[in-house]
């Protein structure tokens, strides 16, 4: 919840914003005292239109943290989550709620290892700016594209942590009705633990930059709320328990 609260406290957090960059240090700061490598990888979105709102063009970045001696062509797994808002909304619940979930889980292995090495991002420009998929997910776009054939082949899975605050029950939905197995591999896990999951399809969200180049990805998240996307969506938006259940069933999927 501390998270949640320094992240709305900020304002919003438009990728190519003062904001957005006070943000990226903010979190590449607690990634390195966790002990994590961390690098930057600059992202160019287009001007355009985020829900209802001009937006110019400019540089965002991806925040990649991997601990040291982390081999990208040996069996990982990827966890997301983005760090941008809308241009009017604060974002306790989107997505502060899910990045928080991120440096909590990252800080968790701080001192043992998941049984897959783990590379932990938090993306920029995941909001629209215009209608459709190409308009949409640039930062994790931008990374799907610069991954090598082998990392691509090495990747087990991808979790994108998105609205992850609101209800009672975690949503994991996969981005298509044929691509289903991480899905179920969640929802298994999440039984095993006694967390409450529901199964959807969705496409709004980073995981869809990876089921549409075919790797595997999931979302955890997407409870509907009255305050989305606008000025009312702020820490009080966000249960504590349900960033609890969110961060249980990631952490079981990681061990397991």
């Known amino acids: 919840m501390a998270t949640v609260r320094y992240l709305a406290g900020l304002g919003p957090r438009e990728a190519t914003s003062t904001a957005y960059l006070q943000s990226l240090a903010w979190l590449e700061g607690r990634f390195k005292s966790a002990g994590y490598q961390v690098r ?16 110019r063009a400019g540089t965002t ?17 990827v966890v997301g989550a983005h760090l941008d808002t809308v241009p009017q909304a604060p974002g306790a619940e989107d997505n502060a709620s899910g990045i928080s979930v991120l440096l909590e889980t990252a800080a968790l292995y701080q001192d043992r290892d998941p049984r897959l090495p783990t590379v932990y991002v938090a993306f920029g420009a995941e909001e629209p700016r215009g209608d459709g998929d190409n308009r949409h997910h640039y930062g994790s776009r931008a990374y799907v594209a610069s991954l090598p054939a082998a990392q691509r082949k090495a990747l087990s899975g991808m979790v994108s942590l998105d609205r992850v605050g609101v209800g009672t029950v975690v ?48 979302r955890l998240g997407s409870t509907p709320y009255p305050e989305y996307h606008s000025a009312r969506d702020l820490p009080e938006v966000v249960d504590e328990a349900q960033l609890d259940r969110t961060g249980r069933v990631v952490a079981a999927w990681l061990d397991g």
């Open 40 to 55: 930057r990888q600059q992202v160019q979105v287009p001007a355009g239109i985020s829900w209802g709102v001009p937006v």
């Open 61 to 77: 970045w991806n925040l990649i943290a991997t601990k040291p001696g982390f081999n990208a062509s040996a069996p990982h797994r």
């Open 171 to 218: 949503p994991l939905c996969a981005g298509s009705d044929d691509q289903v197995e991480l899905r179920l591999e969640l929802r298994v896990v999440a039984g095993l633990i006694s967390v409450p999951s529901r199964a959807c399809v969705n496409r709004s969200s980073d995981h869809w930059s990876f089921v549409r180049a075919g790797l595997p990805g999931v």
